[in-house]
């Protein structure tokens, strides 16, 4: 693997990470979100990532398909959770059914801040990695003069 190969592959996972945290975000403002435009109360939304190998040229193809392939990450898509609204007994909500019970957001908020955390690390991770890399590119250009 080269250097830009190492490159490529820290910065699709910033892409992806960047993506992962805007939707724990939105998931985090909306909480307490009980009305959407499309009816209801808000539904967690959750980002899904796929790899993707890392090919230039025919070569570079044939090379992965010998040794063990370096990959990429990119977001395919932000789903929404289907899972049960919970509920809770408040009359005197504006958003109240006729037994009185409001529908909440399937929204974890502690589950949420792991998640965030965990987005959190893998962005520094992949920071940390680029940094490795461009030491590495200056250290070899020091070698060269």
């Known amino acids: 693997?080269?250097?830009?190969s190492s490159l490529d592959i820290s910065a699709s996972g910033l892409t992806a990470q960047r993506v992962r945290m805007n939707v724990i975000a939105s998931n985090l403002a909306n909480a307490h979100t009980t009305?959407?435009?499309e009816g209801g109360p808000y539904q967690r939304r959750d980002?899904?990532?796929e790899t993707t190998?890392?090919?230039?040229?025919?070569e570079d193809?044939?090379?992965n398909v010998l040794d063990a392939p370096v990959a990429e990450v990119r977001v395919i898509g932000?789903?929404?959770?289907?899972?049960?609204p919970k509920t809770i007994y408040s009359p005197n909500h504006p958003d109240a059914d006729a037994s009185g019970y409001v529908a909440l957001p399937n929204?974890?908020?502690?589950?949420?801040m792991v998640n965030m955390l965990a987005a959190s690390r893998s962005y520094e991770a992949n920071v940390t990695a680029i940094q490795a890399a461009k030491g590495m590119a200056l250290k070899a250009l020091e070698i060269a003069r």
């Open 107 to 112: 929204v974890n908020i502690v589950e949420e």
């Open 53 to 58: 190998p890392v090919s230039s040229s025919f």
């Open 35 to 37: 009305r959407t435009p």
């Open 47 to 49: 980002v899904v990532f």
């Open 61 to 63: 193809v044939f090379r």
């Open 1 to 4: 693997m080269d250097l830009f």
């Open 78 to 84: 932000i789903v929404t959770d289907q899972s049960e």
